[in-house]
């Protein structure tokens, strides 16, 4: 029966997928953490796998093909990764406040950060997730604040890594009480570097 597929294939999701799964990591600082999930990594999309093996069966296909996926890791993932999130990507330290870029394992560029102010409750979220867009000369809006910034890369909702001209002091204990809405405020420079070698689909590890 369809129930019965969709059960079988909902379980092998369980056992393989990696968007809602914790990953273990070797971070920057040099000891090994445990990364809580959020949007990045393979996701299964069981209802329409379900689907498409029944018309299988039905129609007797002895075939091989990639499940159908409503989440897949970065296109330019290394065949040779040992995880999917392989060489090239953001790492961000919240309690450090600290940012490294990877690119093809080799350190691209490091720089102290701001994140969500956490006296406020604007904490900035744990997980893995990904750069979803890049867009130049934008506003950022929020329910108090207009906010213009060159520099914008989405990572999750409302926040993404920008620059931000206001501010002066990065890194230290700035985001308890004197930091951002959410957002990672990089200095200029270090994000105008990121924003030109960064692509769409980047991994962004935020602990």
Known sequence: SWEAA?????????????VNSYRTFQ?????EITLEPGSYGWGTDVSEETDLLIDDIKNHRVTSRQPAYYMTPYDYLDPNSPDDIGFTYIEID????YLWYYKDGSLFLSTPIT???????HGTPSGVYYIHNRLQNTILVGDD????????MQVVGGVGIHDSKWRYNYGGTEYLN?????????????VQSLFWNVEVGTPVIMY
């Not at 994140?115 to 409750?121: D, H, I, Q, R, V």
């Not at 604040?145 to 914008?152: E, L």
């Not at 004197?178 to 270090?190: E, L, M, Q, V």
């Open 94 to 97: 919240l309690s450090g406040q």
């Open 27 to 31: 971070s920057s600082r040099g000891y």
């Open 178 to 190: 004197n930091g951002s809405h959410g957002c990672i405020n990089t200095p200029y420079d270090a």
């Open 145 to 152: 604040y207009r906010q213009p910034v060159d520099f914008w």
């Open 115 to 121: 994140s969500g102010t956490m006296s406020t409750g």
């Open 6 to 18: 969709y059960d079988y294939l909902d379980s092998l999701a369980d056992k393989y997928d990696t």
